[in-house]
Nanobody
């Protein structure tokens, strides 16, 4: 069982930056692939970014590529999402997710953190 707790959301002006954190419980964090998803009002949840167990490989949705950076610190059981050059369309609830095999249907989700980008 893994519990995920996101933090770092808030209100920021367009062009600004935020760093989201997701702290995981347990001693097996390094065995999980980690990802970030988001859900805007009236829209379905969508993939944002993912990182492999050791952090060596990352991938991003086209909408955030070049602006967002995912990273992880296995010693701290934490995954991060650095978000730069934020746009109003990035406004959403951001969720952290974990799965040992694939993030196509993650086993574990955090409660979400709100990110609001004003124009």
């Amino acid at each position: 069982q893994v519990q995920l707790v996101e933090s770092g959301g808030g209100l920021v002006q367009a062009g600004g930056s935020l760093r989201l954190s997701c702290a995981a419980s347990g001693r097996t964090f390094s065995t999980y692939k980690m990802g970030w998803f988001r859900q805007a009002p009236g829209k379905e949840r969508e993939f944002v970014s993912a990182i492999t167990r050791g952090g060596g490989t990352t991938n991003y949705s086209d909408s955030v590529k070049g602006r967002f950076t995912i990273s992880r610190d296995n010693a701290k059981n934490t995954v991060y999402l650095q978000m730069n050059s934020l746009k109003p369309e990035d406004t959403a609830v951001y969720y952290c997710a974990a799965d040992r095999v694939s993030l196509s249907a993650p086993d574990y989700w955090g409660q979400g953190t709100q990110v609001t980008v004003s124009s």
